[in-house]
């Protein structure tokens, strides 16, 4: 009896590789994508900001990956946050400007009803997705808009929420050290803000300082760096007077000039002295010239960076003490020691405080419309001539008036006062109606700024000075701490008995107290 022979199984079919399996790209509607069931992407689903302004910029570049849905929509399983950067985009195009897009999509037909190798297809694109380094990101941006022309760096600037010159601000982002660059991106610094870290990593607690503003600034919500731009001052400030005490000490180490140290060890003594408090063996002054060739010639440095001279040890030199009796410190020594480091604290912060006002104001004279409550205080001022606003006219400087209209300030190139007034005539030659009050607020401002030059104006704010900086603050200004402490005997509270005080003084009494107040700043040694 034959016997026949069961046919084999046919062998399972596999699945054939992705870059075998066939796909057609179609031009989709984003509104007629929505999530696929089987995105493995579960975190961080939604679009971010970034995203949004290069979608709304360029569209979506790269395609998407979908499946067909049986009511006729599609499922999105690779590319969803950038079809919701696209609907987004979409919804505002009309607003904006900008034309309603579609996006590029690879079509998978083969996948409808796999939903295993969905997901799994979905997880290698996530999972093997590498992110940039900040380095290469910074250094990618730089070069990328180096070889563009004007256009192209306009059109993607805008596409990376990016302003001009961002090539510029990569650079100087890209100088700082990988630590300072990894830290500083995880804590969200855009590229504006890891250069401005860069130009002052040097500051000793910098990162810190600003990464703390900028928690500040987002706590307020209202979209600007103001703490940031102030901290930044500071900053600059701290790295310039650093500079300057590294200068001093490289010119001392080349003169051959000792610098003494300012910390001693447990029952060590200093036998060292200023020469303020020596004399020579005949009772005649030592100065930093006629104690040039001592031995014991040597220096420390002040608060500001200069050297104060010593003499290491002026008994073993033949110097003499002056004989000035030793007074016990007392606790009112304490007090006005306290007293003058706040002096010196609050003037150094209140001129940092200037730079970030000014470029606060330049801001409103370069916007396009000028705030009304601007426009009413230009007017008002112009028509009621201010003793203050009188003095700016007479002075004549044009620093801050050049600043304020983005143009060069003629006293700066020599041109002198005269010829400085008169140079803005060309400005105002080529300014139209719509802007001609943005000219005349920018003298006013310089006016009001030019009265709050005193590095300690801070001390007694007169009312129109602080009227004027609780203007700024109306439209959007965020106020150092020292500008919100000068403040304090303003605000509302304190407000009716500072008032009263004013109207009591006759105008041209009030012009004298100014005067008499200016003089007594000039002559404040604290400052």
Request: glycine share 8%.
């Amino acid at each position: 009896m034959s016997t026949k022979t069961p046919p084999r199984p046919s062998p399972a079919k596999a699945t054939p590789p992705a870059h075998e399996q066939e796909r057609r790209i179609v031009q989709l509607d984003p509104a007629t994508i929505v999530r696929d069931e089987c995105n493995a992407r579960t975190t961080d689903t939604e679009a971010d900001a970034e995203l949004i302004a290069s979608v709304e910029a360029l569209g979506v570049e790269e395609p998407i990956s979908v499946r067909p849905r049986p009511d006729g929509t599609y499922g999105a399983f690779k590319g969803w946050r950038r079809v919701q950067a696209q609907q987004i985009a979409n919804a505002t195009a009309k607003e904006g400007g900008r034309p309603e897009r579609t996006i590029s999509a690879f079509v998978r037909d083969d996948l409808v009803g796999r939903d295993g190798w969905t997901r799994f297809l979905s997880l290698t694109e996530n999972k093997n997705r590498e992110q940039m380094s900040e380095r290469d990101t910074v250094q990618a941006v730089e070069l990328c808009l180096l070889d563009m022309n004007d256009v192209e760096q306009t059109e993607a600037c805008r596409a990376m929420g990016l302003k001009r010159g961002a090539a510029k601000t990569a650079r100087k982002a890209a100088q700082l050290s990988d630590a300072a660059l990894r830290s500083a991106s995880a804590e969200g610094m855009d590229l504006e803000q890891l250069a401005d870290l860069s130009e002052v990593e040097s500051v000793t607690g910098a990162q810190r300082r600003l990464e703390a503003a900028k928690i500040q600034d987002e706590k307020e919500g209202k979209g600007g760096r103001g703490h940031w731009d102030h901290v930044m001052a500071q900053l600059r400030q701290d790295k310039a007077e650093d500079e300057t005490r590294e200068q001093t000490v490289k010119e001392l180490a080349e003169a051959g000039i000792p610098l003494l140290k300012t910390h001693f060890s447990w029952g060590q003594k200093d036998p060292s002295k200023p020469l303020s408090d020596l004399t020579t063996p005949l009772g005649n002054p030592l100065t930093g010239e006629n104690h040039a060739g001592c031995p014991g010639h040597s220096a420390r440095l002040d608060d500001e960076g200069q050297p104060v001279w010593h003499c290491s040890d002026p008994a073993a030199h033949g110097h003499k003490v002056r004989p000035v009796p030793k007074k016990p410190r007392t606790a009112e020594d304490e007090a006005q020691a306290a007293e003058r480091r706040k002096v010196i604290a609050r003037n150094k912060a209140w001129t940092a405080a200037q730079g970030p006002r000014k470029d606060f104001i330049a801001k409103l004279c370069a916007g396009r419309t000028l705030p009304d409550e601007a426009r009413k205080l230009a007017l008002r001022t112009v028509v009621s001539l201010p003793y203050h606003y009188e003095k700016w006219v007479e002075k004549k400087p044009t620093e801050d008036l050049a600043r304020f209209l983005g143009v060069k300030d003629p006293q700066a190139e020599g041109g002198g006062a005269a010829s400085g007034s008169d140079s803005f005539g060309d400005l105002v030659e080529r300014t139209g109606k719509p802007r001609e009050m943005h000219v005349v607020f920018a003298g006013v401002a310089a006016a009001f700024e030019y009265d709050l030059r005193e590095k300690n104006a801070w001390r007694n704010l007169f009312g129109h000075q602080a009227r004027w900086l609780m203007f700024l603050e109306a439209l959007g200004y965020t106020l150092s701490e020292v500008e919100r402490e000068a403040l304090v005997p303003s605000r509302p509270k304190h407000a009716q008995q500072h008032a009263d005080a004013e109207s009591e003084a006759e105008p041209g009494e009030q012009a004298d107290a100014e005067e008499a107040s200016a003089a007594g700043r000039d002559s404040d040694e604290a400052a």
